[in-house]
């Protein structure tokens, strides 16, 4: 059981906007700003889409967007294009010794 | 560009160690702002975090692995590397090292090994 809770899937249209949720508690997403969201292809190793709840890192389109109320952090893709089908994972901060904590995985399907 | 690569066995008996090791290339291990980790995924599941180390040696695990893992670096190889001892058939996944800034942002990801614990 992961230490984050996502959704096992979400689907969208080409074109559309989707949000995937990422769920802790207060002593991770809640407690600190350093939410990160990964993706990953089949096969593939992660790759880092936000990172710090709302940044984008160089070269990642900025239909890519990031957020976080209370306890959850969400992470909105508007536009949505066939080649953004894949797994997305959140990951957290949550303590000097656990330091990254992660969700289960997301898996976006572009109808 | 920074890049890591995992290397080691691919294969591992029951109840033996597993060990692997992540070259750092392109850039120095021996930086404060960072801690290098390693994360694996069994086939078909999620990302799970085993543990970080510094480059002066400051170790952190995952408490439901603690007792299995060690981290250590070797900083003059520019590499760490990753022991989990009395492995099982659970531990089977593809293992990835990380690198990790302020906040366990993981910018920089190794393409990943799978190693499979098999008799």
């Known amino acids: 059981q992961s230490a984050l809770t996502q959704p096992a899937s979400v689907s969208g249209s080409p074109g559309q906007s989707i949000t995937i949720s990422c769920t802790g508690t207060?002593?991770?997403?809640?407690?600190?700003?350093?939410v990160s969201w990964y993706q990953q292809h089949p096969g593939k190793a992660p790759k880092l889409m936000i990172y710090?709840?709302?940044n984008r890192p160089s070269g990642v389109p900025d239909r890519f967007s990031g957020s976080k109320s209370g306890n959850m952090a969400s992470l909105t893709i508007s536009g949505l294009q066939a080649e953004d089908e894949a797994v997305y994972f959140c990951?957290?901060?949550?303590?000097?010794?656990?330091?990254?904590?992660f969700g289960g995985g997301t898996k976006v399907t572009v109808l | 560009q920074l890049q890591l690569q995992e290397s080691g066995p691919g294969l591992v008996k029951p109840s033996e160690t597993l060990s692997l090791t992540c070259t750092v290339s392109g850039g120095s291990i021996s930086s404060s702002s960072h801690h290098w980790g390693w994360i694996r995924q069994p086939p078909g599941k999620g990302l799970e975090w085993l543990g970080s180390?510094?480059?002066?040696?400051?170790?952190y695990y995952n408490p439901s692995l603690k007792s299995r893992v060690t981290i250590s670096v070797d900083t003059s190889k520019n590499q760490f590397s990753l022991r989990l001892s009395s492995v099982t058939a659970a531990d089977t996944a593809v293992y990835y090292c990380?690198?990790?800034?302020?906040?366990?942002?993981?910018?920089?990801w190794g393409q990943g090994t799978l190693v499979t614990v098999s008799s």
């Open positions: 990380a690198r990790f800034r302020t906040g366990s942002t993981g910018d920089y």
């Open positions: 180390i510094y480059y002066s040696g400051s170790t």
């Open positions: 207060s002593s991770d997403i809640g407690g600190y700003n350093f």
């Open positions: 990951s957290s901060f949550a303590s000097s010794t656990t330091v990254v904590v």
């Open positions: 710090e709840v709302t």
